[in-house]
């Protein structure tokens, strides 16, 4: 039985098929040469970047500083010990999506994040080229993803939102593709402009037309300068509208709008 791309397996399945057992988000079988990787987008807010079939994926060690030692050295030497590397991201529990073997294309980078305790440590960053570009995700995955990571958001309070946006505004944002390039935008950065405006449009200055399931005014965060032309993910750089003003941005992009959403998001960034 072969693994197909974009298809999804259960553990039993990986197991059966490459023979290992999926533990945790780098899994290694010596005597079939085998490392498994899990990108998993629904246990943890952080995504690993991705830009294009460029995959930047953080290596194993949850708490402290990690080192290149265990599955990170295998991940390491993977082209010159000839290791067979898999990757399998998880959309749902229990459902593991196969992306297609992945190869080292340098070497690891090293970045600071947080652990899962919050304190600051030093993590590798592995760059992997994904084998074929028909394992890109559906954009509607992205979509909720970034939907239920925010929803985690709802109980930080405004310091460590504060805290966490900052360090999340220091990150560059990756981007894979659909049938678009689709870039993947800090859950951070949205939350904070939805508690800034505070369920007002921030060019038409209306209250947001309906609120959410959870009760939320319904905006919709959008950056002022694109990403796609090199702005910033950060705060002063995004805004929250109603639909009709956010339509109305990306298809007029008028100066005058232009310059009163700057204007606003410096203002509204000052008074806080």
Request: aromatic residues 6%; contains cysteine; glycine residues 6%.
């Amino acid at each position: 039985m072969f693994l197909k791309i974009n298809s999804i397996y259960s553990q039993k399945d990986i197991q059966n098929i490459l023979g290992i057992t999926i533990m945790r988000g780098m899994n290694f079988k010596i005597d079939s040469n085998r490392l498994v990787l899990v990108r998993n987008h629904i246990k943890s807010i952080y995504t690993d970047r991705q830009e294009g079939d460029v995959l930047y994926y953080t290596g194993e060690g949850r708490i402290g500083d990690q080192s290149l030692t265990g599955a990170n050295k295998r991940l390491l030497n993977s082209n010159e010990e000839q290791i067979e590397v898999h990757l399998f991201e998880v959309f749902k529990r229990t459902e593991y999506t196969y992306k297609g073997i992945v190869h080292l294309v340098g070497e690891p980078l090293k970045e600071i994040q947080e652990d899962e305790n919050g304190n600051d440590r030093t993590v590798y960053i592995f760059p992997l080229q994904l084998e074929y570009l028909a394992s890109i995700n559906e954009a509607v995955d992205i979509d909720k993803i970034m939907q239920d990571n925010i929803k985690k958001l709802t109980v930080l309070n405004e310091e460590d939102l504060r805290k966490k946006t900052k360090k999340s505004e220091r990150e560059k944002p990756g981007y894979t593709y659909t049938k678009t390039k689709v870039y993947q935008r800090s859950p951070y950065v949205i939350e904070s402009v939805e508690r800034r405006a505070a369920g007002i449009c921030e060019l038409c200055d209306k209250k947001a037309p309906f609120n959410k399931p959870n009760g939320k005014p319904y905006l919709e965060v959008h950056h002022i300068v694109q990403l796609s032309k090199n702005g910033a993910d950060k705060v002063e750089n995004a805004v929250a509208l109603c639909p009709n003003c956010h339509r109305k941005m990306h298809s007029l992009s008028l100066k005058k709008d232009i310059k009163k959403l700057q204007l606003k998001a410096i203002h509204n960034i000052s008074s806080t």
